[in-house]
């Protein structure tokens, strides 16, 4: 199949930004850019013309749960659900989330292995619509830490590094690590330290050995750098990060997550909407911390790539482009927004080499977005822009609807 999108404006997601180009897809593939002016007079290939409408990369959201609805309670729903619902869900708001534009998710962390079973489903043609998957499998918790009631709960580095690769026997491509307590677990302090920094090293270890990734959720700044000292690739939230722990992770080249807009949902949503009062207590504790620490990495040059945390209360699967306004709203630039959630996902996750951009040579993983997403970021919010999204070269969702069950 050859397709030709024509008359295209294209936000290439390096930083660049091309007018009156077509872009040919050929298979899985963008084959070819080229300025209008070399437009072919008989064109080899379907012909779609995409003026007033701007290309960019399809977005990657480096932090997301599938298998959890985002309704008030979590950890409430993951705990009644069986594994098999728990998996019926992820089907779900896989379908919803690529529906959205995003074509790529980093899952961390499900009950009982579901997530991976769920791409076998795909791998094996039983599932189908859903974003590519880099998934965790269970997150490695100390006893009684965050998530512990669908978390591998561990006690020392012996036991932390039979954690780790118990989950990438299972299938998992990265190792999630609880640094520091949660909103969502009640009962724990958000801030305070969890796993030490000895069972967190232990569990990197492993996943290096194995060529995997690592993630550490953090809020507390002690907790923080903690997981940074172990040698982790990702900070998840870190909403009391300090300036020791933005040196530290300057100086070892570590990514951070902000998911920005999960800490606004809670406590805009608050009590009245059923969130538990502990949860929404948290939340309110971290926000201003959460806002203040966002900008000072912002300025900071920390890489950041862009996470959502979809799952969490009233962060809804498919809502993924609000993180993209909240971040702009805490002072990113546009651009700066769209580069996190395409080149920069791609670069943390290590498929920058086929994903991220749209170039002659990668995978048409792309959007066709109505409108200039560089002028209002929140017309990526909107199921009505989403022209068309492209997924291994195939269009998968049109208008925010799922319209083929490829690839
Ligand atoms: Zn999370």
């Known amino acids: 199949m050859r397709r030709i999108l024509s008359n ?5 997601g390096t930083g660049q930004v ?3 180009r077509f872009i040919v897809i050929e298979d899985r593939s963008i084959a070819d850019i080229r300025p209008m002016s070399d437009f072919p007079a008989i064109p080899d290939g379907e012909v779609v013309d995409i003026a007033g409408r701007t290309v960019m990369p399809g977005l990657i959201d480096c932090h997301v749960h599938l298998s959890i609805d985002g309704d008030a309670d979590p950890i409430g729903q993951v705990v009644g659900d069986a594994a098999a619902m728990s998996a019926m869900r992820m089907a779900r708001n896989a379908a919803k989330t690529l529906a959205a534009g995003v074509t790529t998710v980093r899952d961390l962390g499900a009950k009982d292995h579901v997530d991976i079973s769920f791409r076998q489903a795909i791998d094996e043609g039983v599932a189908a619509a859903s974003p590519r998957l880099i998934l965790s499998g269970r997150p490695v918790t100390m006893t009684g830490g965050h998530c512990w009631q669908f978390g591998r709960q561990v006690d020392g580095a012996d036991d932390a590094r039979r954690a780790a690769r118990e989950q990438i026997r299972a299938g998992a491509d990265c190792v999630k690590l609880m640094a520091t307590g949660g909103i969502l677990t009640q009962g724990n302090e958000i801030g305070a330290p969890q796993l030490e ?6 569990a990197i270890e492993e996943a290096d050995k194995a060529g995997k990734l690592t993630a550490v959720h953090a809020h507390g700044a002690s907790g923080i750098k903690n997981g940074v000292r172990a040698g982790v690739h ?11 722990g933005i040196d530290l992770m ?6 951070l997550v902000p998911t920005a807009a999960a800490v606004d949902l809670v406590v805009k949503n608050g009590i009245e909407s059923g969130i538990p009062t502990d949860v929404v207590e948290k939340a309110e504790q971290a926000i201003e911390s959460q806002r203040a620490t966002c900008r000072m990495a912002l300025q900071s040059g920390v890489r950041i790539a862009m996470g959502t945390d979809a799952g969490t209360p009233y962060n809804r699967h498919g809502d993924n482009a609000q993180e993209l306004v909240a971040l702009v709203s805490l ?3 546009p651009m700066d ?7 920069r996902g791609a670069e943390l996750l290590g498929l920058s080499d086929r994903l991220g951009t749209v170039e002659a040579g990668k995978t048409a993983d792309i959007l066709v977005v109505d409108g200039d997403p560089l002028e209002d970021i929140s017309i990526l919010c909107a199921p009505e822009r989403m022209d068309m999204v492209f997924q291994d070269g195939e269009i998968v969702a049109r208008l925010g609807e799922i319209v083929t069950s490829a690839p």
């Open 197 to 202: 920094e000895a069972e967190m090293r232990a």
């Open 18 to 20: 091309y007018s009156d």
């Open 337 to 343: 927004a769209l580069s996190a959630t395409t080149i």
């Open 234 to 244: 990702s900070v998840e939230h870190a909403y009391f990060l300090d300036d020791e």
């Open 8 to 12: 295209a404006r294209i936000v290439d």
């Open 331 to 333: 002072g990113m630039s």
């Open 250 to 255: 300057l100086k070892r080249d570590i990514w």
